[in-house]
Each structure stands twice: as structure tokens, then as C-alpha cells.
């Protein structure tokens, strides 16, 4: 393996762990409640539906981090 193999892959090993890290926090930011949403879609009664698609977007966002 020559020099500028070992530099890709360094590189590959780093955005891998940069997107890991990115969907990490954007796992958080699903996870962590935002009770003025929460409250509107009480108000537009979808509260049922917002929690079921936050659901869905999580499942989405683990499956791509197994993914990755």
C-alpha cells in the first residue's frame, strides 16, 4: 500500500467518524423534547402523529448509523 493509499483511508476513517458523530447529534436533537412543537401539535391535534413519525425519523437515523 503506498503513501497516498494510507492517506485516503485515513481520510475515509475520518469522515466516517465525522458522519457517526453528525448523526449522533442529530439523534440527540430528535431525542430531546421541544414542548413548543409538542404544544402546537397539541393544538393542531397531531400530537399522536408528530410522535409517531420522531419515531420513524429514529429508526431511520439508527438504521443509517448500523449502516455506516
Excluded: F
Amino acid at each position: 500500500m503506498n503513501g497516498w493509499s494510507l492517506l485516503q483511508e485515513h481520510m475515509d476513517d475520518e469522515k466516517k467518524q465525522k458522519r457517526n458523530d453528525a448523526l449522533g447529534l442529530i439523534i440527540e436533537s430528535v431525542l430531546q423534547p421541544d414542548h413548543k412543537l409538542r404544544q402546537c401539535a397539541h393544538n393542531q391535534k397531531c400530537y399522536n402523529e408528530l410522535m409517531e413519525v420522531r419515531e420513524e425519523v429514529l429508526e431511520y437515523l439508527n438504521q443509517r448509523r448500523k449502516d455506516d
